[in-house]
């Protein structure tokens, strides 16, 4: 689901996890006062429900939960199958002075409890966060497998003026157990990394099964100087482009917007199909913001992106995977 935090009258996280298990130390969405800000997240659900915690220190939020999609119950055995895991925080670079600019925080996955040596894909959020007094530039991060060549994609789109970031990927694991996230930034910055559920590796061949992609870039209207216009649709193709087959069921993205010149909030949807009310990326005025979303295909092959502010902006999608038909 996406969940949303608005209206917060003071600083904090959300926390997201099953019904009825202990709070985790793990966060999900990080806002400031007055912050409208959004997250994906996967979540395990038990005895029909889920538990949003407010980690909010003295104040008061409005949360907004829209849901995308479900994953069936029961212990996986094919090939991309997804297993959720109550959260649990693997690593945070903090505790060693934060990870510096133009380096790569590498994490070891295969080994903790609950990942088994199955995992072929995590499911995590990432956190760019400020630590102590020092701030942490501005900049984004990267996530991909150990041991290949970073991609020239974006999972975190962060500044230190707006406060922590997160936003959920879902990253393939290296050959030897881990995955890595890179500092683009010329500051250091903390990167938190929560685990919310891994994919078992192989190639998939059953309905719903998981297929991981190198992250490639779909489309970027920055390079064509064509911001979508105000209440208007970005069509992106996706069957046929980076390996996605036709017929594939969803589309796994990385929505990023920047350089808007108003205030509102990006809605991702099959194309074809109706304005759903939900949303996928908050943003404000001139603000650049990512979001990891998991959006259906219509059955043209293609993604609408609605732009459903008053001004134009400039949208990115890179994709990561995709759901099998």
Known sequence: MNLTVTEPTSYGFVAAYPFGRLSTNTSTVNFRERQTVANSVVVPVRDGRITLENA??????????????????????DSGAYQPVTPFRAADSRGTQGTQGGQTFDIQMVGLAPLPPEVGAVVVNITAASYGVTTTSHGHLTAYASGTSRPATSNVNYDWRTGDTPNLAVVPVGADGKISIANTSPGTVGIVVDVMGYFRKGTGSTPGAYESLLPARLVDTRATAAPVGANQDLAVTVSGAHGVPAGAKAALINLTVTEPT????????????????????????AQTRASFSVVPIGPDGKIAIRNTSAGTSHVIVDIVGYIRG
């Open 56 to 77: 909010g220190y003295d104040g008061t939020v409005h949360l907004i939960a829209d849901v995308a999609g479900y994953f069936t119950g029961g212990i996986p055995t």
């Open 262 to 285: 108003s205030f509102g909030h990006l809605r991702a949807y099959p194309s074809g199909g109706g304005l759903p009310g939900t949303s996928n990326v908050n943003f404000e005025t």
